[in-house]
């Protein structure tokens, strides 16, 4: 890894670590697009530490020596290192590539949930059995769970008091035993993976992206989707990392169940979850974190958006929570029988 001190407001110092001399330069958030004769490539700007850093290209050489090729390479300086550090932030370079704009909305996600489907199968590892983990996962995420129920019920409550609810509040009120009920399952569902993971005194872990969603995908003109942006990669079950990109992906459409299961199906063409794994994976989504976030944003509204976008806004979410808890108990775990 270079590091360089040097009080230097210019990229100049960094991009002669690649030899590069820039025809053109960009900036796109935290990235700058370099246009020059050797080619077009991507310089993010990042606030990594050594640390991450290091296992940041780890991981990106381990990807690389398993042969995974749908993952946007790094470009190595030319000593060798594949990030620059400049007081306290760290770059890394890539190749600039630019989305096929022709791809159908629907086939986005499936490509999606195929690369990271193909990415946890490349690297899932049964881990040495550690009681101790599994207790110690199980009883924090049960913790900040609880928190936030708590949260959601003050809200409630001081709703409640009010002699004239605002019309968000009252559209909360009128779903928050349902939302409330989901947040109780969920507690069940993890409580059951605690349990059978006990039981077969195993578990499983892989290479998490952990923010995976289609600003972390290029869309290819081949059909290909590339991954980027591994800087929260981590160890860790493939449930909680194909939670985040479901999440994530309801964002995009107004979500229904054919397409999860359209999905859950893509993803297990390369790695089956085992059924502790459901039960862990349909914890994470039934949890009404969507709801939360929302309450969040209300709590903290500042103006910019009307009382009308805030309410639409809930009951977006509100429909997409209803048909997660379709999608769960009709195609994850068909246990029909037990839909709260």
């Given at each position: 890894?270079?590091?360089?001190?040097?009080?230097?407001?210019?990229?100049?110092?960094?991009?002669?670590?690649?030899?590069?001399?820039?025809?053109?330069?960009?900036?796109?958030?935290?990235?700058?697009?370099?246009?020059?004769?050797?080619?077009?490539?991507?310089?993010?700007?990042?606030?990594?530490?050594?640390?991450?850093?290091?296992?940041?290209?780890?991981?990106?050489?381990?990807?690389?020596?398993?042969?995974?090729?749908?993952?946007?390479?790094?470009?190595?300086?030319?000593?060798?290192?594949?990030?620059?550090?400049?007081?306290?932030?760290t770059y890394y370079l890539q190749p600039w590539f630019t989305e096929d704009?022709?791809?159908?909305?629907?086939?986005?996600?499936?490509?999606?949930?195929?690369?990271?489907?193909?990415?946890?199968?490349?690297?899932?590892?049964?881990?040495?059995?550690?009681?101790?983990?599994?207790?110690?996962?199980?009883?924090?995420?049960?913790?900040?769970?609880?928190?936030?129920?708590?949260?959601?019920?003050?809200?409630?409550?001081?709703?409640?008091?009010?002699?004239?609810?605002?019309?968000?509040?009252?559209?909360?009120?009128?779903?928050?035993?349902?939302?409330?009920?989901?947040?109780?399952?969920?507690?069940?569902?993890?409580?059951?993976?605690?349990?059978?993971?006990l039981e077969k005194q195993s578990y499983r872990a892989v290479l998490c992206?952990?923010?995976?969603?289609?600003?972390?995908?290029?869309?290819?003109?081949?059909?290909?989707?590339y991954l980027f942006n591994f800087e929260k990669a981590e160890l860790d079950?493939?449930?909680?990392?194909?939670?985040?990109?479901?999440?994530?992906?309801?964002?995009?459409?107004?979500?229904?169940?054919?397409?999860?299961?359209?999905?859950?199906?893509?993803?297990?063409?390369?790695?089956?979850?085992?059924?502790?794994?459901?039960?862990?994976?349909?914890?994470?989504?039934?949890?009404?974190?969507?709801?939360?976030?929302?309450?969040?944003?209300?709590?903290?509204?500042?103006?910019?958006?009307?009382?009308?976008?805030?309410?639409?806004?809930?009951?977006?979410?509100?429909?997409?929570?209803?048909?997660?808890?379709?999608?769960?108990?009709?195609?994850?775990?068909?246990?029909?029988?037990?839909?709260?």
């Open positions: 890894m270079i590091t360089n001190n040097a009080p230097q407001n210019s990229i100049g110092h960094i991009l002669f670590q690649y030899d590069l001399y820039p025809e053109k330069i960009e900036q796109f958030g935290k990235v700058k697009k370099i246009v020059s004769s050797r080619g077009t490539f991507a310089l993010k700007e990042t606030r990594m530490t050594q640390d991450q850093a290091n296992w940041f290209c780890h991981c990106m050489s381990r990807l690389q020596k398993l042969n995974y090729k749908q993952v946007v390479p790094l470009v190595a300086t030319k000593y060798g290192d594949l990030t620059v550090t400049k007081g306290n932030k704009p022709q791809i159908p909305e629907e086939k986005k996600e499936k490509i999606l949930f195929k690369q990271l489907g193909k990415l946890h199968g490349l690297t899932v590892k049964h881990q040495e059995f550690s009681k101790e983990t599994i207790e110690t996962s199980a009883q924090d995420l049960i913790s900040r769970w609880e928190k936030r129920r708590l949260d959601m019920e003050y809200f409630a409550e001081e709703a409640e008091r009010k002699t004239y609810m605002s019309p968000f509040e009252l559209t909360f009120l009128t779903h928050y035993s349902r939302l409330d009920m989901m947040a109780t399952t969920a507690t069940k569902y993890l409580k059951e993976w605690h349990d059978q993971c992206h952990s923010k995976l969603d289609r600003s972390h995908i290029f869309y290819h003109p081949n059909g290909y989707g079950t493939p449930a909680r990392d194909l939670a985040i990109s479901f999440r994530k992906s309801f964002q995009y459409t107004l979500w229904n169940e054919d397409q999860g299961a359209e999905w859950l199906d893509t993803y297990q063409q390369f790695l089956l979850l085992e059924e502790e794994e459901k039960k862990l994976f349909a914890s994470y989504l039934i949890y009404p974190e969507l709801i939360f976030h929302c309450l969040d944003l209300y709590k903290n509204r500042d103006g910019s958006i009307t009382e009308l976008q805030y309410v639409q806004l809930l009951e977006k979410r509100i429909i997409t929570m209803t048909r997660v808890q379709h999608f769960i108990h009709q195609t994850l775990l068909n246990d029909k029988s037990s839909q709260p």
